[in-house]
């Protein structure tokens, strides 16, 4: 066992990982920051996506020595201290982006790094950008919606045709 | 003006603040003090025979607690199926056992051989590699028909065959179809796969069991749809553990989509290994572990024909299908292409004469159960695409050949020949919605675009109808289900005027908490901020059935209202006490009890107040306390029904498919939370539309699965996806349920994929593609081998 | 997984050094190795993680080639190399997906070689050198089939250098659950020749399809193109996609990448 330090959503915090440990693992298990979650082995769900210095990763494809001294976001510091929702997470709620709950972190985050990058992303551009996160509920219709209303632009009841 | 509150309002879902905060509360977040790791050896290869497990050097690893195979389960009963399907010779389907651990035999990729426990899960797996297990492989037992054939080999020694049942419905009508089809005027006949898929709720399965020695009670945390299902299962037919000292949790789960249904042996394995071990035990599915071990769903293979007479008025339909159960049969499994596929036959039309025959068949592959639709989609997508195939013979248009065989409005309720009655609909305004929304008047000059661009647009219409609110009870008894099907509600008042409601049902992210308490807050007239909706877990909620068959308000919400009327009545007893009037007389109107024509009141909240502070009460007439529970069997089940209209471009090139546009009208009944209903339509397309796209569970000859992962098995991405069209306006309210509501969670994936297909062979053919069909998935190099042989 | 050993080496040689050990691997960003490890299909005692050794992250341009350290992420080739080389930054935007392109490295990549990988087609279409801790290898020396390279156990891909092309463009035909390409082209036009090299089809791996090169460097116009058939017989079948679908998407993606590079 290796002792490991990170900044997690702007708070030092260490834990004991070995070799093996995945970020995920270390950040649910030792940590029990248990809003980032794991929905394959295979790299391809994206419910475990965190930002890692400020890039979006999936924690279950990264060890956590890897994340040793780095700064790390999670779910469940997006919020504000008293609780009040960021507006990316408001318009996941305004615009019932998510049902069952599970994708969603990943979803929120994969979704803050693509507005971080592109502030006003087109309907294609985020369709393209979510490629490595799977949803199994939403039909992603109103992940979609979400990320234009967040992004401030006007948000269509239907597709453009 | 839109309501912002009770039925028919939108308001945002309360169950999101903690989705996505972070601090939602899965099975996989559950850790107890102590707790322990399984680790399932699973078969590696689809079937055979065991020779020896050796373990004694696994269990001298470190950290090993034991190794479990399936002599440690000698006491215990196998996993139950739960529906009995009778055969056309009045003979009861074949019923292997499934044991907990395999017994002697491996019968599927995945099956479970033995289990490992210890301090870690990683120790567990290191354990797992050093368990020998001896096994000779026998031949696999995959297609179907080959199955069913003389001298093949058998998946159970001890049944006769690998015919579970052959199923004949309505079998009085067997000859006279056979007589009709034979002198119809035209008759169009369609082989077709609906292919095997997997359900993939986002979470994986989780169990972890727990054993409390003081009190001998269990605890299961389990991801799944109806936790009272799983104890009454369970503890009766697998582990013999009474009720009373049964637990079962189904806290926040995170998707179902029918395969977390069914009782599965992993929640069976650590409810006993706790107890043996006296230590919580914990397993969690990895994703490559559900694609071998999560009920699969669909996998059908038919040929259906459609006689028509001389005026294309339908005279009969007959359909043979065979129906892959898998290895064993799950909970559910032989329902599903029987009663909830062969009643759904008749479709939106006037059929006189409909005889379905299904062979259900045992294969060496993971059991097949309900996945979202369930036996309907089937129904559905062979009707759909043969109707479609008859229009183009007939030189029809797909629609018209519909509408003229429509069941009309004036002849509701109707009986159909397969033994259900549709209570409501309106199918020509539904189609009349859809044709509107999707604009197909404006198509051909759509296609002249894209064919200006090189590429072949083609459009696809499909009208579906499924029964849902799966129900009643005495009706799927005399049909061979071995459970009852109704839901049941405890409405509980506390003294201050909130509400507690707790549920049979259960949300695993269809938003109970929200739209329930809508219904509540709309009958009694308090704020649904004062309202809790409570459920996943027997030792609160009373009983239930689950969330399953887009029931849940159907089913769940009329026990809901049932139990908010009696709450309501006799808080008007106790109102009429408080202002000394006939109780006849009181009105409950936005939360207070008023005297009909005159000023007099109360509060909700001095109501209810008086029902635990007794002071002035009439104690002689009623008991003290506002607590009422109800438990709700439908008369029938509801009727959805809607119109789908896919529009797609196709890649001449490389086949590539480009979904343009998908429009649904459904009629749903009354709609309680638009939003919510928008949400689910919206989730059951991209489903829909997964199937008939990409969607593809395929094993080799040696029962290998081919498609065990997310590297293979190809999920909908966002991109895959079009912006959806989605309109509940036509309405025809289900008529035997309080709420008037129909469900709404399986349209989507009902009747999407023959219209996503349809719209695939209309876009070959206008490009002169003589092309009748191609089998789901419809993927790329499907359309180009189509196209170019 | 297995457990194993963490290393952190900060230069090249550390790196060489730890790799001599028994059992050693290098770890790029992990993006392939880490799910195979899950799997338990690949059993290092120690990882030799690469991701802070100096020097090998990074991207430079001159003299008409553009040079990628070899621990340099996917998402920086695809935004730092669009002036520089537009059709090698638009390759490493497509590859997984943008999570993945911030922990992938074009090392990695290339070590690990796997038939249907992006960055593979660049280097060979292209004619880069990659250079590793001990020597140069040309592109067209170092592909050596599925999962093969010419690397030694203990070489690292320290960076790649990459002669820009007049004219170029990547084709991927997604294999639509993993990601991969099903079959993806890259073509590059030089002074001197066209290069053709395909991706994902094959069974021996990335490859050179010589007669679309001889075709396009008499013309490059995808016309040129229209006659030739490439064969289907060594060419991968899985349930995406049959032999004869990859060769017939050959064809279609390298005609496309020729009308892409214009």
Redesign the interface.
Known sequence: M?KVTMTINGKPRSGEA???T?LASFLREELGLTGTHVGC????C?AC?VHVDG????S????A??ADGAQVDTIEGQADADGTLNSLQQAFQDYHGLQCGFCTPGMVM?AA??LKDNPKPSEAEIRH?L???ICRCTGYHNIVRAILAASGQDVPAVAAE | MPKDSGIGASPKRREDIRFLTGTGNYTDDININGQTYAWFIRSDVAHGTINSIDASAAEAMEGVLKVFTSADFAEAGGIPCGWEVTDRHGQPMQEPKHPILAEGKVRHVGDPIAVVVAETL?QA??AA?AVEIDIDELEAVIDMKAAVAEGATKVHDDLTSNLCYDWGFVEENREAVDEAIKSAAHVTTLELVNNRVVANPMEPRVAVGDYNRAGDEHTLYTTSQNPHVIRLLMGAFVLSIPEHKLRVVAPDVGGGFGAKIYHYAEEAFVTYAAKVLNRPVKWTS?R?EAFISDAHGRDHVTKIELAMDENHKFTAVRTDTYANMGAYLSTFAPSVPTWLHGTLMAGNYITPLIYVNVKAVFTNTVPVDAYRGAGRPEATFQLERVIDKAARELGMDPVELRRKNFIQPDQFPYDTPVAVTYDTGNYDATMDKALEVADYAGFEARRAESEARGKLRGIGVAHYIEACGIAPSNLVGQLGARAGLYESATVRVNATGSISVFTGSHSHGQGHETTFAQVVSEMIGVDASQIDIVHGDTSKVPMGMGTYGSRSIAVGGSAMVRATEKIINKAKKIAAHLMEASEADIELKDGAFSVAGTDKSVAWGDVTLAAYVPHNYPLEDIEPGLEESAFYDPANFTYPSGAYICELEVDP??GVIDMLNFTAADDFGNVINPMIVEGQVHGGLAQGIGQAL?E?C?YDENGQL??GS??????PRAD?MPMMNVDHSCQTPCTHNPLGVKGCGEAGAIGSPPAVVNAVIDALHRAGHKVEHIDMPV???RV??AM?G | ??????V?PSTVEEAAAALQGEGAQALGG??TL??T????LASPET?V?L?GVEGMVGISAGDGTVTVGGATTH?QVASEAASAYPALAALAGQI?????R??GTIGGSLANNDPAACYPSAALGSGASISTNKRNIAADDYFQGMFETALDEDEIVTSVSFPVPEAASYQK?LQ????FALTGVFVAKFPGGVRVAVTGASNNGVFRWTEAEEALSKEFRADALMDLRINHLNMIS?????QE?RA??VG?MTRRAVDAAG
């Not at chain 1, 279950?60 to 060890?63: H, L, S």
């Not at chain 3, 490890?37 to 338990?40: A, E, F, L, V």
């Not at chain 3, 899985?238 to 049959?242: K, P, T, V």
């Open positions: 290796t070995e070799g093996r995945l082995d295979t790299s391809q994206g996506v890039k979006a990763v999936k279950c494809t990264m060890f020595l890897e994969s790094a693509l950008y490629e490595g996160n | 990683e797996r290191d590699e990895s490559s090139e490389t990409m593809a395929i081919l498609s997310f590297m293979d098995y190809t999920m895959d993927s790329p190099a180009w081998k170019h | 997984m297995y457990n194993f050993e963490f952190k992990g993006q880490l799910p490890m899950k799997q338990r990882l993680s991701t998402a997984g997906d943008p999570a993945v911030n922990r035909f639509p659950a993993s990601r899985d349930l995406h996609g049959s679908y017939h998407l279609v």
